[in-house]
């Protein structure tokens, strides 16, 4: 990590609002930062002080700086965002262009020419016959559309009683109320209940958490997992499902990757019982994985793609449902119409950031890029196997998770308070000084999450690992 001296930066105005505060105060006294503790940012009773809020100023490739000059690996891509990385000027430009153009436009029965462009793009890089594109603005709100669309086709072609969802355990889909009920994680549903009735979960695909009998198997592991999803099908029953919805790589949780076979199976109860299969792609397409739609990687057609996040590397706010054209045809013929939409989804400056986006794809390679180098970036991490704390590396492409247990022996995981203690009392401030952004994460066990820049090679795998082993060697004395 680099730090310059503090003559640099101490003094600097650009540290300073307009009305002379600190822009960590600042932070402090006005700006809600999402999905914060901001206890810890203030000063406490016993005269203990709040920490200071990390300000990032700026971006360069791989790497970001914070207002005092520090320097540091961008292990995330942002929010596993910026997928070519920071300081793309053709993008900035190709948006600055735009503006100059056409600012803004809706595309509520009008289009306008990055909206046209884009969509095409995009079914030409979906699988089958996913051809249709609808714009959000964000990840969340494309898994909102999906569950919409779901339901008013299967009532437009005669299905009326099908709305329910299946989802897994731990899945992360979205903060919107339809999307937050398909999404897995208690603690974050209670504080907005009652949500979106019909959403129903399953079992995920941790294989290091599987049943004992599945351990030594994994596509028997995998076979159980789909299998479980059928088993709800029929719990619910058939006529009353419309839905699953699915990561090709679980996030939440700590990456966990498809067992072999896993969503050949799927497909086929999907098939079976008429319910649509949605591929979740939030994080997981653009490059992530390594093809542009990750169910490509894993071999299957899905329904519909919900996507964000790596279409516009973070430059603009962008997310997509991508549909089949079957689904489409209900709203081709007389007064049928989908009633949902969004200011500003399709943004023409946000299309042109994407547009410029995949430009750098190509050019640049990106994908077959990712495709090369990700054994090399899991050899990399499985090295950390060797220290006492570290259970399992999982994951695919550019998308890790490291476990850490109490017991490697037993896989014991830590209880509530040890995981505390870990994760936000020693962990992530730790990576942090250590020159590492990175998600230190307690949704499900405790694990590190990696989701770099995919521009990265070998050597920045070698800087990542050895960072990583600094903190993860000093952890366990922090329990």
């Excluded at 329904?303 to 430059?315: C, E, F, L, M, N």
Aim: one cysteine or more.
């Amino acid at each position: 990590m680099t730090t310059y001296p503090s003559e640099i930066w101490e003094p600097s105005s650009d540290r300073h609002t307009a009305t002379g505060k600190l822009y960590s105060e600042a932070a402090r006294d006005h700006l809600w930062m999402h999905f914060t503790r901001h206890s810890v940012f203030e000063d406490h009773a016993d005269g203990g002080l709040g920490h200071t809020v990390p300000i990032i100023t700026r971006g360069e490739g791989y790497r970001i700086w914070d207002d005092r000059g520090n320097e540091y690996i961008d292990g995330l891509a942002g929010l596993f965002v910026t997928n070519v990385g920071h300081g793309r000027t053709e993008i900035a430009d190709a948006m600055a262009a735009q503006a100059r153009e056409l600012a803004f436009f809706p595309l509520w029965s009008y289009a306008h020419p990055r909206a046209i462009e884009l969509a095409e793009r995009l079914a030409h890089n979906a699988p089958g016959d996913l051809n249709r594109v609808f714009f959000t603005t964000g990840g969340g709100e494309a898994v909102e559309t999906a569950w919409k669309l779901a339901k008013q086709y299967f009532k437009l072609t005669g299905k009326p009683t099908k709305h329910k969802v299946i989802s897994r355990t731990i899945a992360y889909h979205g903060t919107p109320q339809g999307a937050l009920s398909l999404t897995g994680i208690t603690p974050a549903r209670i504080p907005f209940e009652p949500l979106v009735p019909g959403a129903f979960k399953v079992p995920n695909t941790n294989f290091y958490r599987a049943p004992e009998h599945l351990r030594e198997d994994e596509k028997a592991f995998g076979r159980w997992a789909a299998d479980r999803i059928e088993e709800a099908i029929l719990m619910e029953g058939p006529d009353s499902v419309a839905a699953v919805f699915l990561e090709p790589v679980q996030n939440s949780g700590g990456c966990f990757p498809p067992p072999p076979g896993y969503f050949e199976r799927v497909r086929e109860i999907c098939d079976e019982y008429d319910v649509l299969l949605v591929s979740d792609e939030v994080i997981c397409a653009f490059g992530r994985i390594g093809s542009m739609f990750a169910c490509t990687d894993f071999g299957y057609v899905p329904d519909i793609i919900t996507s964000a996040k790596g279409v516009t590397s973070g430059y603009a706010p962008l997310g997509l449902m991508i549909a089949h054209d079957r689904l489409f045809e209900p709203f081709t013929e007389g007064t049928t119409f989908f009633p949902h939409g969004y200011t500003w989804g399709g943004h023409p400056v946000s299309c042109a950031a994407a547009m410029a986006n995949l430009d750098i794809f190509d050019r640049e390679g990106l994908n077959d890029h990712v495709k090369e180098n990700a054994p090399k970036f899991r050899a990399a991490l499985e090295r950390l196997l060797d220290l006492p704390i570290v259970g399992d590396v999982r994951g695919a492409g550019y998308f890790y998770g490291i476990e850490l247990v109490k017991d490697k022996a037993t896989r014991e995981t830590f209880d509530d308070g040890e995981a505390e203690r870990l994760l936000r009392g020693f962990l992530s401030k730790a990576l942090f000084d250590a020159g590492l952004y990175c998600r230190a994460d307690d949704r499900g066990d405790p694990v590190v999450q990696l989701a770099p820049p995919l521009i990265i090679g070998p050597a920045e795998f070698d800087e990542v690992e050895n960072r990583l082993r600094g903190v993860l060697t000093e952890a366990s004395n922090h329990i």
